[in-house]
DNA sequence: CCACTTTTTGAAATAAATTGCAGAAAGTTC
DNA sequence: GAACTTTCTGCAATTTATTTCAAAAAGTGG
């Protein structure tokens, strides 16, 4: 909530400007409760009347990936989906399982996640390689999908 | 090395066929000493004269990626990187670190992969989502370009 | 508010990846 | 190996994502 606040003046301190297009796709995802497409938003601010391209809405994205405002979440053949990411409450990476047969994307459990976390931690030390924080997609079958792929089809 | 011995059978008895285009591009991802792209593939293949179409690269990496054989290394904004899987050795997950400025893949440190597999195979249990073997793409700067961004530029 | 510099934007072009489809090749049965 | 069935391939079309570039907007300092 009110997510926009924080980022806005971060924008600023490096130089980077506060424009109409920026602050609305911030406050979509900000409202927004599941992952959403850079076209899901698209039409979202189309709908609202808001003067918008598609490139401005992968551009902001791709901005706020960088400054870790944002997690790019990767699906196969999918386009990807994006959530904030809330930097400085817990853990900076998060995991998330992508069926490959129905395209769900679910959470990790927070416990799972710190645990992901620690080990992100020390591949960095060891590898001298800062990895920002980001989405890890780790990729199979929901238990539904197995299920039904189990029984033919 | 002769990797395409153990893909065969394996193909054959799941009702797929043994197509020259398959097995040259099995070939290809066996001799390799680093992580190709589906373009470098298909330039490859054309060099010695084989004749294949770049459509036939993907689908067969899909493939081969859906089966296990091989896993792909998602890049943002660059072509995916592909590996042999060598199925049977050692852990399924393979995690990579990823420089965003300079784009290089770096394989982690195999006492590291163990634990991320160790890891992958709880996160498996409790969220009963059965998760594929690939691998893992972990973004950031790499020592050099961390020190090159460092100082300007 | 005006003049000025720098960044950002939309629209269109381009590039990368995927898909539809008709012909070709693989596998099977005699 | 001919006839037959099924899968696969190349090509072209399409879709998705990215980039280019001139015009517009944001920020700065009167
Ligand atoms: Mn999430
Ligand atoms: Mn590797
Ligand atoms: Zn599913
Ligand atoms: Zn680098």
Redesign the pocket.
Known sequence: MEYIINIRPA??NK????????QQIIRILDKATDHQ???KIYEELRKMNH??????I???L?LLVELNFVRRIDR?????VYELADPGKGPTVKVHLICRKCNQVQDISSSLSVMFNDLVGKAQLYHEFSIEPQAISLRGLCAKCRVESARGN
Do not use: E, M, N, W
């Not at 130089?15 to 920026?22: E, V």
């Not at 003067?51 to 401005?56: D, G, L, N, P, Q």
């Open positions: 924008l600023y130089g980077y400007r506060i424009t109409g297009q920026r497409s850079a076209y003067r918008v391209s598609i490139a401005t992968y551009r902001t791709d196969h053949k999918q386009p990807s």
